[in-house]
């Protein structure tokens, strides 16, 4: 118990900010693209509680992915829907990419202490985690949008899964079959952008 409390004062930061920027940015692309709907409702802000999502907090705490409260986007009020709808779907799993890429810096680094250096390197993890989760192509996720948006008008095959995005997504959860993907790629991403900042961070040096 004491080690569980520990770990999840340690996630906390990095889960909270994570979520708050990723669903930030959806409301920030699609106002960029002409939808204000997010920002009218409060949501083109970093603010966690504007975004807490109980059951994909709950998710995140306890299997290492989760998601926040979706951002409303009217698709009227962009000039091209379908290549629109993917930008502002990408750009949440995108930031979370760049806060593990920041997380990955402190953590490498060493920059202000041993308790700062925890955080970071589960900073890291968990918006590794993030990301690789709201790729994945089923709906209602990030990477459903973005293969929308990539095929264009063209029907696919896919697209029969909507009505079943969410049980899918609870049966991936509970069986455990999702971190057969994502563990993976989570490693993958972790390594090549902790990579990517030690490298850019020593050329700055």
Known sequence: MHEFIRQSVLVLPGLLLGFALHECMHAWT????????GERLGRLTLDPTAHFDVIGFA???FFGFGWAKP??????????PTRDMALIAASGPLAN???VAVF????IFGLGGPGVVQVAQYGAIVNAGLAV????PLPPLDGYRVIIGIVGSRPLAIERLEPFGPLL???LI????????ISPAKGWLLDTLAGVAQTVTGLLR
């Open 97 to 99: 990419m760049a806060l």
């Open 174 to 181: 509970i069986s455990g079959l999702g971190d057969v993907v």
């Open 104 to 107: 990955a810096t402190v953590a």
């Open 30 to 37: 699609a106002r960029l693209l002409g939808d204000d709907t």
């Open 169 to 171: 997504l609870v049966v």
């Open 71 to 80: 951002v409303p986007v009217n698709p009227l009020k962009l000039k091209h």
């Open 59 to 61: 998710t995140a705490m």
């Open 133 to 136: 989760f709201n790729l994945l």
